[in-house]
């Protein structure tokens, strides 16, 4: 009696454990494809290809979407001035993001900041 009751709970344990595992894996991909995504962004934009094209100082907030397409719908952008916006919207534009598994109609906030040398 006490062996079946030993059994059972050990049973019951593995069970939840097993289900935890697969839930948490789950989750995994959308959170490390954002953080692809962002990572991806952040590295075009700050290092682009001209760097005389950076602009000297200020921030930009923008919101955007990724279409199935593989392109970056901007919704908003908040910067300190236009020079940054205009920037920063022509860099995304230009970004691929075709390789990314992206959750449908999911939006993504990233921020950047720019410094003068």
Not at 11 to 34: D, N, Q, T
Request: aromatic letters at 8%.
């Amino acid at each position: 009696m006490k062996t079946t009751i030993v059994t059972r709970t050990i049973l019951i344990a593995l069970l939840v454990g097993f289900i935890s595992v697969i839930s948490a894996y789950a989750a995994s991909p959308a959170a490390i494809s954002a953080k692809n995504i962002r990572q991806k962004l952040v590295e075009a934009v700050m290092n682009p290809e001209d760097m005389t094209t950076l602009p000297s100082t200020g921030e930009a907030e923008v919101l955007f979407k990724l279409n199935d397409e593989g392109t970056i719908d901007i919704r908003k952008i908040d910067a300190t001035n236009e020079d940054i916006a205009s920037f920063v919207k022509t860099t995304m534009a230009n970004v691929p993001c075709k390789d990314f598994v992206h959750p449908y109609n999911q939006y993504y906030k990233v921020k950047f900041r720019f410094t003068q040398n």
